[in-house]
């Protein structure tokens, strides 16, 4: 069964390729992420991850299968570090304390059924000196990124707890995704 990646982010795909999935094409959604009115994180990712399945064209017979990791402490929604000062601020933010990477997947099967799962992540980073957050932020690897970083990359060191799906904070949960690809048809070992 063709499969599409309705995202553009090369994490997923790698993350993809984890399960031993091949892509027949990717495709980029284009949907207005704001968050609405009172939105809890948890609604809010679900809704975005459905958003992006559904803004992809999916021909006869495709499985599409979309994502969102949203960072949330408590029920706010931090956004992604578009600029160093916003990535500065989250890093501060989330110093010792923890915070949820709320990852949701959706995939339309080929007759067009939607199915959603989310992995509720607990993350928790030690306290970070300024000198720690400027080095983060300098080596680049944060921004663009959920919450200001990256778990794969020199952030997890500051990671001194995480209950759930690493995966997940990376941008999808293996365990999930599997679980609603195969449920879509798709020959999963």
Same mark, same amino acid.
Do not use: N, W
């Given at each position: 069964?063709?499969?599409?990646?309705?995202?553009?982010?090369?994490?997923?795909?790698?993350?993809?390729?984890?399960?031993?999935?091949?892509?027949?094409?990717?495709?980029?959604?284009?949907?207005?992420?704001?968050?609405?009115?009172?939105?809890?994180?948890?609604?809010?990712?679900?809704?975005?991850?459905?958003?992006?399945?559904?803004?992809?064209?999916?021909?006869?017979?495709?499985?599409?299968?979309?994502?969102?990791?949203?960072?949330?402490?408590?029920?706010?929604?931090?956004?992604?570090?578009?600029? &160093?000062?916003?990535? @500065?601020? %989250?890093?501060?933010?989330? *110093? $010792?304390?923890?915070?949820?990477? !709320?990852?949701?997947?959706?995939?339309?099967?080929?007759?067009?059924?939607?199915?959603?799962?989310?992995?509720?992540?607990?993350?928790?980073?030690?306290?970070?000196?300024?000198?720690?957050?400027?080095?983060?932020?300098?080596?680049?690897?944060?921004?663009?990124?959920?919450?200001?970083?990256?778990?794969?990359?020199?952030? &997890?060191?500051?990671? @001194?707890? %995480?209950?759930?799906?690493? *995966? $997940?904070?990376?941008?999808?949960? !293996?365990?999930?995704?599997?679980?609603?690809?195969?449920?879509?048809?798709?020959?999963?070992?």
């Amino acid at each position: 069964m063709p499969l599409v990646l309705a995202s553009s982010s090369p994490r997923r795909r790698d993350l993809l390729a984890r399960l031993g999935v091949v892509l027949d094409r990717v495709a980029s959604p284009d949907i207005d992420e704001a968050p609405r009115p009172a939105e809890p994180p948890r609604v809010y990712a679900l809704r975005l991850a459905v958003e992006k399945a559904k803004a992809v064209e999916r021909a006869d017979g495709e499985i599409v299968v979309a994502g969102d990791t949203t960072i949330a402490l408590g029920r706010r929604i931090l956004p992604p570090a578009e600029t &160093e000062d916003v990535q @500065r601020k %989250l890093l501060r933010l989330m *110093s $010792g304390r923890r915070h949820h990477a !709320l990852s949701a997947v959706c995939v339309i099967d080929a007759t067009g059924k939607a199915r959603t799962r989310l992995a509720d992540t607990i993350v928790a980073f030690k306290p970070l000196s300024d000198d720690e957050i400027d080095a983060y932020i300098a080596c680049g690897e944060g921004l663009g990124k959920a919450g200001g970083y990256a778990i794969q990359g020199r952030a &997890e060191a500051f990671v @001194r707890f %995480l209950q759930g799906s690493h *995966s $997940g904070v990376i941008g999808l949960p !293996l365990f999930e995704t599997r679980a609603l690809l195969k449920a879509a048809g798709l020959p999963l070992v």
